[in-house]
């Protein structure tokens, strides 16, 4: 199985309802944000990314909010699947840089 | 991600062996990054490289050597195994020519050092 997660904190929705997944970053400097979702076995698979430049960026059914005051970043999930399940990471960087600052992750289960 | 690929997907060592793990991409991408994730932790960065001719230590390297064979290929080599370094490794590429310098990330081998 996943070793990845085995200490993660983990969010339970039921099927159908919203997920919201929070994360702190903690560069002020960062501009520049990645969410992925790593599901049991498989790397890390890019989601939605967001620039500090705005603070809401719409996917389909994912959303990411940005709040540069606070340092906080949350991914929305609408009507979470089955297919959903799995861990859940940010990512920050500055805009030019290679090097990122990733998130340990949260892991989402959703119930049938 | 099918655009980058890594070998072999599972390997399982002994203290003090040499062990190479391959990372392929055709995304056309000239930087590449190897990072391991252990249980708990963030991606740490091992190695990255900007071009063929360009390597560079990540905040991991000690115990780790790696060799960019092309753009598309990127090796990650540990000289002598040892338990610690039981973890996911992961291939990453991006395009610096893109103001924002979007990671994608290969499918992962699992090393167990025994």
């Known amino acids: 199985g996943e070793s990845v997660g085995l200490h993660l904190p983990t969010l339970s929705v039921q099927e159908g309802d919203n997920s919201i997944i929070n994360c702190a970053y903690s560069?002020?400097?960062?501009?520049?944000f990645i969410w992925y979702k790593q599901e049991s076995g498989k790397g890390p698979q890019f989601i939605i990314d967001?620039?500090?430049?705005?603070d809401k960026r719409q996917g389909q059914r994912v959303t990411v909010l940005l709040n540069k005051t606070v340092k906080h970043l949350s991914l929305q999930i609408a009507a979470t699947q089955p297919g959903d399940s799995a861990v859940y990471f940010c990512?920050?960087?500055?805009?030019?840089?290679?090097?990122?600052?990733f998130g340990t992750g949260t892991r989402l289960k959703v119930l049938a | 991600d099918a655009d980058v690929t890594q070998t072999p997907r599972n390997r399982i060592t002994k203290t003090g062996k040499r062990i190479m793990l391959e990372c392929s991409q055709t995304?056309?991408?000239?930087?590449m990054y190897w990072y391991r994730q252990d249980p708990g932790l963030g991606l740490r960065l091992i190695y990255y490289?900007?071009?063929?001719?360009?390597?560079n230590k990540g905040e991991i390297s000690d115990g780790y050597s790696v060799s960019r064979q092309a753009q598309a290929k990127f090796s990650l080599s540990l000289e002598s195994a040892i338990p610690n370094q039981t973890a996911l490794y992961f291939c990453?590429?991006?395009?610096?020519?893109?103001?924002?310098?979007?990671?994608?990330f290969g499918p992962g081998t699992r090393l167990l050092v025994l």
């Open positions: 990453a590429t991006s395009d610096q020519d893109r103001e924002q310098e979007t990671q994608y």
């Open positions: 560069n002020s400097a960062s501009d520049y």
């Open positions: 967001i620039r500090s430049n705005m």
């Open positions: 990512a920050e960087n500055i805009i030019g840089t290679y090097k990122y600052i």
């Open positions: 995304k056309g991408h000239d930087r």
């Open positions: 490289s900007f071009d063929v001719k360009d390597i």
